[in-house]
């Protein structure tokens, strides 16, 4: 029996010949990060293993990205531990206004690589699994071992094959195909599993597609999600490669748990009602309902790449955010900010009446900068919508890819782009 892209990776990192699904490993560990929520209490487990120097600094990051510029003194507080630690140790350090999110800062800067074993201080740390590596989300006390040892214990998860068949139509977009298979597994569907992501409709995705399929892995319960490495990702990656990698590729023979097809030509948009990302129904059976809106958030680790803001920018230039709606625009890092501003999107935006932030997560976590009041509701391009996950636990989330949230911030109501 062969193996798959995951079980080839912690067999490769854990010096076994081969793995099986609920082994205990082992494995070393190729790169680790942790961000401002996240990072003091790994800081301060690391110090209490008593190890003077963390396993590399130079695989080690630590990235501000929930609340930055610092919103209060906690923040602040959080901010300048990290800093503290990373001075010390020599780690890699991105403050506000040099780095961003770290689903998109670290793969967009050749950190993690193919065939990398990947551990992150946030769940969608998964998001990085669209290079074809193995990357998952842990807790603070993991991520400080790994951090301190550069290994980590982990139990190697079964593997669940997604594949996409078909031509998608004019507006659906990878976070359509992510939020319908969620709809259709449930949010519990692939508790602890690899989910693969295969198929001639995948393979016709960009990276940036790729990563927020991976990225909402952890919204289905994933512990990882993988895309087999193709000419897209090798081109992705090889002008920003920090260091060798390895392709690894499944086995004909490999085992899946379970295996899901999907006919892309079939599907259309979709939005994850209120209050879970597996409440997925057509977005043309929200906007018959008109749906009033107060809010569009277009940014996240999900969708605030340059490709996402590209789509946004292209339906908002000319037109106008409707007046009873807030949009506020974030992107996923500073690169990408500076990108937009110079093909004018940011421009485009503002013309249309949106809020165009720093670089960061903020309104995703209720953070600040886009907090819901009770009663409101918000059309946004994240990946959470759970009751109190932007703001007032009475206040709703649909969830959304760019281009809906932006025809949504134009009419005022829950849209399908085909309206505008």
Not at 385 to 403: C, D, I, Q, W
Request: glycine share 10%.
């Amino acid at each position: 029996m062969g193996m798959t892209i995951a079980e080839k990776i912690l067999a490769a990192h854990s010096g076994r010949a081969r793995v099986s699904p609920g082994d205990l490993l082992q494995v070393k560990v190729d790169f680790t990060m942790a961000n401002d929520i996240t990072g003091p209490m790994a800081i301060r487990e690391v110090r209490n293993l008593g190890v003077g120097k963390v396993f590399d600094p130079q695989r080690v990051a630590l990235v501000m990205s929930h609340f930055v510029p610092s919103k209060d003194i906690a923040s602040a507080t959080n901010a300048k531990t990290c800093r503290q630690f990373a001075q010390e140790q020599g780690c890699i350090f991105f403050d506000a206004g040099k780095g961003g999110i770290e689903h998109t800062v670290l793969p967009a800067q050749g950190y993690v690589v193919p065939g990398d074993v990947y551990v992150g201080a946030d769940s969608h740390t998964t998001t990085v699994g669209a290079l074809g590596a193995f990357a998952a989300g842990f807790g603070s006390t993991d991520t400080a071992v790994a951090m301190a040892m550069g290994e980590l214990w982990m139990k190697v998860p079964p593997t669940l094959r997604f594949i996409y068949h078909g031509q998608p139509g004019r507006w659906l977009r990878s976070k359509d195909l992510i939020l319908h298979t969620i709809g259709q597994i449930g949010t519990d569907g692939a508790l602890y599993a690899c989910m693969q992501f295969e198929g001639e409709a995948v393979r016709a995705l960009s990276v940036e597609a790729r990563l927020t399929m991976c990225n909402m892995v952890a919204e289905a319960g994933g512990k990882a999600g993988i895309v087999p490495v193709d000419r897209v990702t090798l081109d992705y990656v090889r002008p920003v490669a920090k260091r060798p990698y390895t392709v690894y590729e499944p086995d004909p023979d490999a085992s899946y748990a379970a295996t899901y097809e999907f006919d892309v030509s079939k599907l259309e948009p979709v939005v994850a009602r209120p209050w879970s990302p597996g409440n997925v129904v057509p977005v043309r059976e929200v906007a018959r309902e008109k749906v009033e809106i107060d809010q569009v958030f277009i940014g996240s680790c999900t969708n605030a790449r340059m490709e996402d803001l590209r789509e946004a920018a292209e339906l908002m230039r000319g037109r106008q955010v409707h007046q009873r709606v807030r949009c506020i625009v974030m992107p996923a890092s500073v690169a990408v900010w500076n990108q937009a501003m110079k093909e004018g999107l940011l421009e485009a935006f503002a013309d249309a009446g949106c809020v165009v932030s720093t670089a960061g997560c903020g309104p995703c976590i209720g953070g600040f900068m886009g907090v819901l009041a009770e009663g409101e509701r918000c059309v946004s391009t994240s990946n959470r919508n759970f009751p109190g996950r932007m703001g007032h636990v009475k206040s709703e989330t649909y969830l959304a890819s760019p281009v809906v949230a932006a025809a949504s911030a134009i009419l005022g109501r829950v849209a399908h782009p085909d309206e505008v």
